[in-house]
């Protein structure tokens, strides 16, 4: 079984900075493909990033490019979102999700920004970026 914890999440004033962790649980974590996802109310999950099992490959919505980077540390079953010259419309409850690898879903930008292709989810943890 796999769970996942967010932690690092706040209020930070635009143009600040917030790092992100997600602590995954199960042995299949350093196989697993991993996504960020946000979602602010009234509006659908949005992709943000997403990083391949070995951490190679890495995909990000054009609006974060430049300013978010994912990382992993499979040693320590983390991954790291690092965010930066953040924006108000970056306000949202972030999410890490993973895609384990019995799924066989190829690492590729069409299939990573759709939820549906990943099987496990955290609660999430709130950013807030204030004018």
């Known amino acids: 079984q796999v769970q996942l914890e967010e932690s690092g999440g706040g209020l930070v004033q635009a143009g600040g900075s917030l790092r992100l962790s997600c602590a995954a649980s199960?042995?299949?974590?350093?196989?697993?493909?991993i996504g960020w996802f946000r979602q602010s109310p009234g509006k659908e999950r949005e992709f943000v990033a997403a990083?391949?099992?070995?951490?190679?490959?890495?995909i990000y919505t054009d609006s974060v490019k430049g300013r978010f980077t994912i990382s992993r540390d499979n040693a320590k079953n983390t991954v790291n979102l690092q965010m930066n010259s953040l924006k108000p419309e970056d306000t949202a409850v972030y999410y890490c999700?993973?895609?384990?690898?019995?799924?066989?879903?190829?690492?590729?930008?069409?299939?990573?920004?759709?939820?549906?292709?990943?099987?496990?989810w955290g609660q999430g943890t709130q950013v807030t970026v204030s004018a």
């Open positions: 990083i391949s099992w070995e951490g190679r490959m890495t």
């Open positions: 199960g042995r299949t974590f350093s196989r697993s493909d």
């Open positions: 999700a993973l895609d384990p690898p019995t799924s066989r879903r190829p690492f590729r930008n069409d299939i990573v920004k759709l939820p549906a292709a990943y099987d496990y």
